[in-house]
């Protein structure tokens, strides 16, 4: 009997209203950790070994860029990868959305998904499937 690996632990911290839809896209590959507000994020990384971090750009009243300065300002959680993400189209002005790309690149996120675009270019499925590789490569890649 071969034993089944333990799932990696990722930290998806989007706005409440796109947990369904988060909850779709990132599949059932991973152990997944739902906090609310920052201070819940800030909490589950104190008590939880996390193999990545996924922030949606709307996360509690869009503190994206704050749970991203606390994380990389902490040795113990500075080398967690940590993907920014766009998930609806809308939601944020687009010149909003490019300066929170530009701004998330200066502070250190591994990338910014943006996954409406994506979905425009491949399709819901080859962009749902390039996301999830986009996640594996980053928990892959060394720290």
């Known amino acids: 009997m071969q034993s089944v690996p ?8 989007v706005a409440h209203d ?3 839809k ?13 906090p609310r507000t920052l201070q819940q994020a800030q909490l589950l990384l104190s008590k939880t070994r996390m193999d990545a971090i996924v922030c949606g ?9 704050d749970l991203l300065q606390f994380c990389k300002s902490q040795p ?5 990868p940590f993907l920014c993400l766009r998930l609806m189209r809308g939601r944020l002005p687009l010149d909003m959305f490019r300066d929170l790309s530009l701004a998330s690149a200066a502070l250190g996120a591994s990338g910014f998904f943006d996954y409406p675009e994506a979905e425009e270019q491949l399709g819901t499925a080859l962009a749902t499937a390039r996301y999830r590789q986009v996640i594996a490569d980053l928990m892959n890649a060394e720290r």
């Open 57 to 65: 750009a709307r996360f509690d009243d869009s503190r994206l860029l």
């Open 6 to 13: 333990d799932k990696k632990n990722i930290l998806v911290a």
């Open 76 to 80: 113990a959680y500075a080398g967690i």
């Open 18 to 20: 796109s947990v369904e």
């Open 22 to 34: 988060m909850t779709a896209l990132m599949g059932d590959s991973w152990q997944l950790y739902w």
